[in-house]
């Protein structure tokens, strides 16, 4: 486990302004490398990173069949309940999320298990909601592939995912942090925000890969391959980090990708 620090200065950030975000993303907890004392492993390494706010940045449950050892979101939540930022801690939703709350309680509908879970322990979960906080708009969508594929087809998801009300909640003056697990929005972004109110996009979901040699992961979770796989991307004067993660999906395997936590600090 270890941190990767990105200094972003994104256009429209204002002047002088400095913020550091700590992003947790993808923990998947669950054996064989992701039990209980790995969660609090990567929480005791987030709060010594000093940032003004963490972001949970959504999968917090294994869903794969390799697990040797379950680790239900009621047993993470109170471990991730320890983190502490002077900003706070906001989480949002990846599709594992919603695909175990789906399996567990048959229900297509919120809040999650993880939604309860969380504010159980009084984790504020921003499903397609905006908050104002120390200045800057924090939108929390929700997972653009929360309903798993129909008919084989690897496109074809049914989001929970509310872009237009997410931004409609932007009722006042500042910039805007979009926390998307996945990143794919991020291509849109141009139709969605036109003004550029959104300076910066935070997403984890693609594991950087997972699996990766060098420049080159072989299976990336994204419409767009390996455009948004992993790190830093710059387009259209638009700025995107998305974080390696901590855990897996699929397999408990890992390759050249190892587990972050992710800073992101803002001047
Ligand atoms: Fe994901």
């Given at each position: 486990m270890r941190v990767q620090t990105w200094a972003v200065q994104p256009k429209g950030w204002p002047r002088g302004r400095k913020m550091r975000l700590v992003m947790v993303a993808d923990l998947h907890a669950g054996g064989p490398n992701m039990d209980e004392g790995r969660v609090q492993q990567a929480v005791d390494l987030a709060n010594a990173q000093g940032g003004d706010m963490i972001l949970l940045?959504?999968?917090?449950?294994a869903t794969h069949g390799?697990?040797?050892?379950r680790v239900p979101i009621e047993v993470a939540a109170p471990i991730l309940a320890e983190l502490r930022a002077p900003l706070g801690v906001h989480a949002v939703l990846g599709n594992h999320d919603w695909w175990d709350h789906i399996r567990k309680t048959g229900s297509r509908k919120g809040p999650t298990l993880t939604q309860k879970a969380f504010e159980a322990v009084g984790i504020p979960v921003l499903a397609n909601q905006a908050v104002q906080v120390g200045g800057v708009w924090l939108l929390g969508l929700d997972s653009q592939s929360a309903n798993q594929r129909r008919?084989?087809?690897?496109?074809d998801w049914v989001g929970k995912s509310d872009i237009k009300a997410t931004l409609a909640q932007m009722t006042g003056d500042g910039p805007a942090v979009l926390l998307a697990h996945e990143p794919d929005i991020f291509a849109d972004l141009a139709q969605h925000d036109p003004e550029a109110r959104i300076v910066l996009t935070l997403s984890g979901h693609t594991h950087g890969g997972q699996v990766r040699f060098g420049p080159w992961a072989p299976v990336v979770p994204s419409q767009y391959g390996g455009r948004f796989a992993y790190g830093w991307v710059q387009e259209g004067g638009r700025d995107l980090v998305v974080s390696g993660g901590l855990g897996c999906s699929g397999m408990p395997v890992r390759f050249g990708v190892p587990p972050e936590i992710t800073v992101v600090d803002l001047s």
């Open positions: 940045m959504g999968d917090y449950r390799w697990q040797t050892r008919g084989g087809d690897p496109n």
